[in-house]
């Protein structure tokens, strides 16, 4: 499944890319995360619930950010795996100024899904990780 989109922050570039670096701010921000630990350089650690339909469960997982181009760009690739299933992706950000106060943030990637949680239909799985990014990216803006 691909996943792309925009959103406009409130604030400017250097202030968000602070914001989207910083673990302890990420884990307030994505809905179900349970912990955000880095463990490496780059290299994080993280637990998180999620619900999608019926089926719900705990993902454990790593995120890796490569790429990096400060305060540019960077590339974001997920591996989660839980009792419902398992999860991998990539994508790319890239953050533009647009004037003194806002940034807007651009991402597109992909991600495969499999076991249980598959089998609710990419049609739900569209609409709940469509929804968990805009909670998140919601979340991140008010951190400013």
Known sequence: MKLEGEFTFSGPRERVWDIIRDPDILATALPGTKKLDLVGENEYEGEMQV???P????????????NE???ESLT???EGKGKVGFLKGSGDIVLSDQGEDATLMKYSGEVQIGG?????GQRLFDTVSKSMIKQG????????
């Open 116 to 120: 249980r949680v598959a089998s609710v």
């Open 51 to 53: 619900r999608i339909g």
């Open 76 to 78: 974001l690739t997920v």
């Open 137 to 144: 990216l919601d979340k991140l803006n008010e951190a400013l």
């Open 55 to 66: 089926v719900a469960g705990t993902f454990g997982g790593k995120l890796i950010v490569s």
């Open 69 to 71: 181009v400060a305060p």
